[in-house]
């Protein structure tokens, strides 16, 4: 009787405090693409088959430059989003071309809506197809390489932008800290300001210490204008 009581109390004991195991078809988000290293993208290729459109983005410096289907400045902001996807986001992985359990006709990925290459961020270029939303809408399925994932929507809705959206918008491409003199024309009287030795002053009509808050606002939205 003792024995039996034991091992009925080992049995009580492991049934409740035992680890549970995942849940079958449990799936953990991971990097999609392992070394990828943002700061070193060099080129964004997006091919978008619901527009008919190709853009074609590079990186100059620190600028980025729209080449395809117009060579003008391009908005910095707009390709940084794609290029920092892979580093920032994760993905569930649902499998890879060929198994039996993923078909891609069925995620959208054999007639994607937008093809994306990125050069620069690993040793190889990154193709990435992008197929049909999730049921909630939320997410995405994308195919990069052979592997296919679910993932944030936010990828797909920074590459579907017309190529005019990638355009600079601003009207002088300049950092605000590189003004070095401001002339300002009121009622045929000009107010002229400088920079000296990172300190403004007023040299015209007269001169003296210049306002550096309200300078420091003026020159940023010299520099934003859109």
Not at 12 to 18: A, H, N, S, T, W
Not at 194 to 208: D, M, Q, V
């Amino acid at each position: 009787t003792i024995v039996l009581l034991l091992l009925l109390a080992g049995f009580v004991v492991f049934y409740f405090f035992k680890k549970p195991e995942p849940e079958a078809g449990f799936r953990e988000e991971q990097r999609m693409v392992e070394g990828y290293d943002a700061a070193k993208v060099t080129s964004i290729r997006v091919e978008n088959s619901e527009r008919n459109e190709k853009i074609v983005l590079t990186k100059a410096g620190e600028d980025w430059e729209l080449k395809e289907p117009l060579k003008t400045a391009a908005d910095s902001a707009q390709a940084k989003q794609i290029a920092d996807f892979l580093a920032t986001q994760d993905g569930f992985r649902l499998g890879k071309v060929g198994d039996s359990k993923t078909k891609p006709e069925e995620l959208g990925l054999d007639k994607p809506r937008l093809t994306l290459e990125i050069e620069g961020a690993t040793a190889k270029p990154i193709h990435i197809k992008v197929g049909s939303d999730d049921l909630k809408g939320s997410d995405v399925f994308v195919q990069i390489g052979e592997e296919i994932f679910r993932t944030r929507k936010s990828i797909y809705n920074a590459a579907v932008r017309p190529s005019k959206d990638f355009r600079d918008a601003r009207v002088f491409t300049l950092n605000p800290l590189d003004l070095s003199s401001i002339e300002i024309l009121r009622g045929g009287a000009a107010t002229v300001l400088t920079k000296e030795n990172s300190e403004w002053r007023i040299s015209a009509p007269f001169r003296g210490k210049a306002d550096a808050g309200s300078l420091s606002r003026l020159s940023a939205t010299i520099g934003n204008l859109r």
